[in-house]
C-alpha cells in the first residue's frame, strides 16, 4: 500500500486553489468573499460569461470590493445606457422604484447594498421577488458599470454614500432628475473594459 504524505504548504495550496476554482473560476481568485445575498451560500462567479472578466474595474473590485466606474464621467454615458435597458423596468428610469425597490436614496432593502460589494453580490446572485440572477444577461464589468449608474442616482445626503471616495463625496451633487444629466450612449470606452482603441 503507497502511503501519500502532503507537506502542510502543498496542502493549503491545493485547498485553496479548490476553493478559488469553484468560487470564482477558471483561475482567477477573489480576495474577497462573495455570498449569495439570500442563502448566504458563495457565489460561483464560473456561472457569468467570460467576456468583461479581465477588465481592470472587475479586477480591482475582486481584490478590494470597490467599484472604480463610481463618478467615472467617462463611464456613466454606457452606465446609464446598461441601467436602462436592464434594470429601469423594475427600478424606474431614476432608480425611484417601480415592481422592484427605490435605488437612489439611503435605504436599502438589503442594508448590505450600500457598499459595493453587497450591491455586486444582489446583482450577481439575485434576490427575492422578481430579481433573479443577472449573471445571464450581464457580464461582470457590465453589472459594475450598472452599479455606478444606481451610484449617480442617488439622491440623499453624500455623507452616506459610503461607496464614494472622501474626494469623490467632497464633489458629489444629489441626483435631480429635473437637471440635465448624463446622456446614455452605447459606446464602451477602453477606460470602461471596451476595446482598446
Known amino acids: ?8 504548504k502543498a496542502a493549503t495550496l491545493l485547498l485553496a486553489g479548490a476553493l478559488g476554482a469553484g468560487v470564482v473560476g477558471f483561475g482567477a481568485r477573489a480576495a474577497i468573499m462573495l455570498t ?10 464560473s456561472e457569468a460569461p467570460e467576456e468583461g472578466r479581465d477588465t481592470k474595474a472587475v479586477k480591482v473590485f475582486l481584490e478590494t470590493g470597490k467599484n472604480i466606474y463610481n463618478e467615472d464621467p467617462v463611464c456613466l454615458p454606457k452606465a446609464h445606457e446598461i441601467f436602462l435597458s436592464m434594470c429601469s423596468g423594475c427600478h424606474g428610469h431614476y432608480g425611484e422604484g ?18 459595493d460589494q453587497g450591491l455586486f453580490e444582489t446583482i450577481f446572485g439575485g434576490a427575492n421577488g422578481q430579481m433573479g440572477p443577472m449573471y445571464g444577461a450581464l457580464n461582470m464589468n457590465e453589472m459594475l458599470l450598472a452599479m455606478s449608474w444606481v451610484r449617480h442616482l442617488y439622491k440623499d445626503d453624500p455623507k452616506g454614500a459610503v461607496w464614494l471616495t472622501d474626494e469623490q463625496r467632497s464633489k458629489f451633487k444629489p441626483f435631480d432628475a429635473n437637471a440635465k444629466h448624463v446622456e446614455p450612449a452605447e459606446e464602451l470606452p477602453a477606460a470602461c473594459g471596451g476595446p482598446a482603441g
Open 1 to 8: 500500500m503507497t502511503k501519500t504524505i502532503f507537506t502542510k
Open 98 to 115: 417601480k415592481i422592484g425597490p427605490g435605488l437612489n436614496d439611503s435605504y436599502w432593502t438589503y442594508p448590505k447594498n450600500e457598499t
Open 36 to 45: 449569495n445575498t439570500i442563502t448566504g451560500q458563495p457565489l460561483d462567479l
